[in-house]
């Protein structure tokens, strides 16, 4: 991610939006789900709909329409354009130094303004979610007390927890890793976390590989955020009916493609990626130039006195079918010390600290693996253009991690 500078103006009216839309009732966590009833809570009506040539339909929903506004928390909530601090002539400027979108969708148009694209959700959607909503708050171990790999999540991360934090910003290479099953997913995301066990809370970003989430083998950008330690309804993207994510680009997808990917010892594709908590209250998610959107302070509890803990890497399902470890893999499906063109990497990590000043980490950065000989993780060069970087990932399976 590219920061944000801190820019001497006065304080300004923000514009911003009442939602006229009416809110859907909501379904109780011990009901069975009526399919066609949550499509079309999920689905709202469209002012134009973008045929993909990966098979997403999206749809150009009216921005006080989309399916964030139905969560409770945000019953009566007034869409906030852009950060405060940032003036109308900045905020269009900074659109127009946007470099090229690398979502497949925006080859076969674009959405208007004062509408958001919102990937359609189909009814296999919806059931793998929820396959996967249970198996997730099953074995999802939470990534800051990983002590060893077990059957479920595996990690590469980097952790730095050293007082309180505002934000992080980063530039991560985008690929493709294999997935062995449908059940299991790659990432590469970041983490900002607050709280323990049932009060955890969580804001995550980056890019995931998984089938059982989106029906297709695709690389897709992705948010998701918890503020109960990943108990109950889980949901990536937009993909309930109350997430909560507030978006306001017309022109990121949360859940589209990203394409093209990095190639191996080829021309490497990146996301400049920053999470910053603007004003003292909204989690602002920033792609290169453009506000994309924003997670309310009124969801969380913990976070909205900071995050105490933010992690960069990579994460993996590991199903362990047939009793053997996953081939699915992490980042490239390279280890770490094959290095550029070849393995995953974050570089140029950044973090906002108490004061909400932009700075490289201060203090020790800690690695967190688990199955070193199946993924792993090597700091880069310091001193260089790429500020604070680390390399991480791996094939899974092989002849040292059986």
């Known amino acids: 991610m590219m920061g944000v500078g801190a820019f001497a103006v006065a304080l300004m009216m923000i514009t911003v939006i009442t939602s006229p839309c009416l809110h859907g009732e909501e379904f109780s966590d011990h009901q069975e789900i009526n399919v066609q009833r949550l499509l079309k809570r999920l689905?709202?009506?469209?002012?134009?709909?973008?045929k993909s040539e990966d098979g997403d339909i999206i749809d150009c929903v009216p921005i006080t329409c989309q399916p964030a506004l139905d969560h409770p928390l945000l019953k009566n909530h007034t869409i906030q354009m852009r950060p405060s601090f940032v003036t109308e002539d900045e905020y269009k400027n900074n659109k127009k130094k946007q470099k090229a979108i690398i979502q497949v969708w925006?080859?076969?148009?674009?959405?208007?303004?004062?509408?958001?694209?919102?990937?359609?959700?189909?009814?296999?959607?919806?059931?793998?979610?929820?396959?996967?909503?249970?198996?997730?708050?099953?074995?999802?171990?939470?990534?800051?007390?990983?002590?060893?790999?077990?059957?479920?999540?595996?990690?590469?991360?980097?952790?730095?927890?050293?007082?309180?934090?505002?934000?992080?910003?980063?530039?991560?290479?985008?690929?493709?890793?294999?997935?062995?099953?449908?059940?299991?997913?790659?990432?590469?995301?970041?983490?900002?976390?607050?709280?323990?066990?049932?009060?955890?809370?969580?804001?995550?970003?980056?890019?995931?590989?998984?089938?059982?989430?989106?029906?297709?083998?695709?690389t897709r950008l992705f948010v998701f955020w918890t503020n109960n330690g990943y108990q109950g309804k889980l949901c990536y993207n937009l993909d309930c009916p109350d997430l909560g994510f507030v978006q306001v680009s017309n022109r990121f997808t949360v859940g589209g493609s990203l394409n093209p990917v990095s190639q191996y010892d080829g021309e490497q594709q990146e996301l400049s990626m920053h999470?910053?908590?603007?004003?003292?209250?909204?989690?602002?998610?920033?792609?290169g130039e453009e506000f994309v959107g924003y997670w309310s302070d009124d969801l969380f509890t913990s976070l909205k006195d900071g995050a105490t803990v933010v992690q960069w890497g990579g994460e993996i399902v590991n199903r362990m079918t047939d009793g053997k470890h996953t081939t699915t893999e992490m980042g490239s499906g390279h280890f770490a010390e094959e290095g550029f063109k070849k393995a995953s990497y974050f570089r140029n990590l950044m973090i906002y600290d108490e004061a909400n000043t932009l700075k490289e980490p201060q203090g020790p950065l800690k690695p967190i693996t688990g199955h070193d000989a199946c993924y792993n993780l090597k700091p880069g060069d310091g001193g260089t253009p790429w500020g604070v970087n680390f390399f991480f990932g791996g094939p899974g399976r092989n002849d040292k991690c059986p």
Request: include cysteine; charged fraction near 25%.
């Open 275 to 287: 999470i910053r908590k603007y004003d003292g209250k909204n989690w602002w998610l920033k792609i």
């Open 43 to 50: 689905n709202k009506p469209a002012l134009k709909s973008i």
């Open 106 to 218: 925006h080859k076969d148009g674009d959405c208007p303004e004062n509408t958001v694209p919102i990937r359609r959700t189909k009814k296999e959607d919806i059931l793998g979610a929820k396959y996967f909503e249970s198996f997730r708050r099953k074995n999802h171990r939470r990534i800051a007390e990983y002590k060893s790999p077990n059957i479920g999540h595996e990690y590469a991360v980097m952790d730095l927890r050293t007082g309180k934090f505002y934000g992080t910003e980063f530039t991560i290479n985008i690929w493709n890793p294999k997935v062995q099953i449908s059940n299991e997913f790659s990432l590469a995301q970041t983490w900002l976390l607050s709280g323990n066990g049932p009060q955890l809370n969580s804001i995550e970003a980056g890019w995931q590989v998984s089938e059982i989430i989106y029906g297709d083998s695709n």
